[in-house]
């Protein structure tokens, strides 16, 4: 589907979806260059992004994924056994719960099926509302960090065993 997203093949990776995908999703295309890299290792596959799709509208509404596979190097300052999340929600659909129930569930998955027990989220200062989103999941702000995309980003844990 991102092989689509790429090429600007709405058609093609609707088809592949049976959803309707939203323009706005193709706002970012170097986050999809990003995960077709990912693509090259097989191995992340599991971890990659997933679409969510109101299923009553045959819409897709935003993306849910991990940054990486588990344990990468640049996590393990902050944690052992970590993914980083990552999430998107298209404009008319926030604030509804959408994100706090893709995050939440991809997040279980991780735990269950993987044993992955601690979750980084990197919020820029000025995200209000992914700020507010993250805490409610019970992420603790550890540190900061310079991003060469997106600059000054928060660095938040979740530890999901706490929240058991």
């Known amino acids: 589907m991102i092989s689509n997203f790429l ?8 088809l592949l979806l049976k959803a309707k995908i939203p323009v706005e999703m ?8 990003y995960g077709l890299k990912q693509f090259e290792d097989s191995d992340y596959l599991p ?8 299923v009553d509208e045959d819409q897709m509404i935003g993306l849910v994924r991990f940054h990486s596979k588990p344990n990468p190097e640049y996590l393990k300052e902050y944690a052992t056994n970590a993914v980083e999340l990552g999430y998107r929600i298209i404009k008319d659909y926030r604030k509804k719960g959408y994100a706090t129930e893709a995050a939440t569930a991809i997040m279980d998955w991780a735990n269950i099926n993987f044993g992955v027990e601690n979750f980084i989220a990197s919020v820029s200062p000025g995200n209000k509302d992914s700020l ?3 805490s409610s999941l019970g992420f603790e702000k550890i540190g ?3 991003d060469d995309i997106d600059g ?3 660095v938040f844990l979740r530890n999901i065993i706490k929240h058991l």
Do not use: C, Q
């Not at 090429?7 to 609707?14: I, S």
């Not at 193709?26 to 260059?33: I, K, V």
């Not at 971890?47 to 109101?54: F, Q, T, V």
């Open 144 to 146: 900061e960090v310079m």
């Open 47 to 54: 971890w990659s992004a997933r679409a969510i799709i109101l």
């Open 132 to 134: 507010k989103l993250i």
């Open 152 to 154: 000054l980003e928060y």
């Open 26 to 33: 193709f706002d970012h295309p170097g986050s999809l260059r």
């Open 7 to 14: 090429k600007n093949d709405l058609e093609g990776a609707t």
